[in-house]
């Protein structure tokens, strides 16, 4: 088992920045690839970003790619979501998830309660 909680979100106004972080405990946190994905209302959750267990292996989704960057401090057992440039249609819930299979996963088998991002035009 792994349990997630995530934090970060928040209201900030189009173009700026925000950091989003995802704290992991239970199973070994350094075993483990951490994702980001997000969902809209209306729509279909989205992966974002994912990062495998050592950090060396990373992967992006096209629309976010130069504006997000995933990384993770192992000792923290924490894994980081750098927002930047960011605009109204990335108003979503934000959610971590986790899983043990690596990086190339599609549908993690744990997940957080996810946070709140809110860009106002």
């Known amino acids: 088992q792994v349990q997630l909680v995530e934090s970060g979100g928040g209201l900030v106004q189009a173009g700026g920045s925000l950091r989003l972080s995802c704290a992991a405990s239970?199973?070994?946190?350094?075993?483990?690839?951490i994702f980001w994905f997000r969902q809209a209302p209306g729509k279909e959750r989205e992966f974002l970003a994912g990062?495998?267990?050592?950090?060396?292996?990373?992967r992006y989704t096209d629309s976010v790619k130069g504006r997000f960057t995933i990384s993770r401090d192992n000792a923290k057992n924490t894994v980081y979501l750098q927002m930047k440039s960011l605009k109204p249609e990335d108003t979503a819930v934000y959610y971590c998830?986790?899983?043990?299979?690596?990086?190339?996963?599609?549908?993690?088998?744990?997940w957080g309660q996810g946070t709140q991002v809110t860009v106002s035009s």
């Open positions: 990062i495998s267990w050592s950090g060396g292996s990373t």
């Open positions: 998830a986790a899983d043990p299979r690596g990086v190339g996963v599609r549908e993690p088998d744990y």
């Open positions: 239970g199973r070994t946190f350094s075993s483990v690839a």
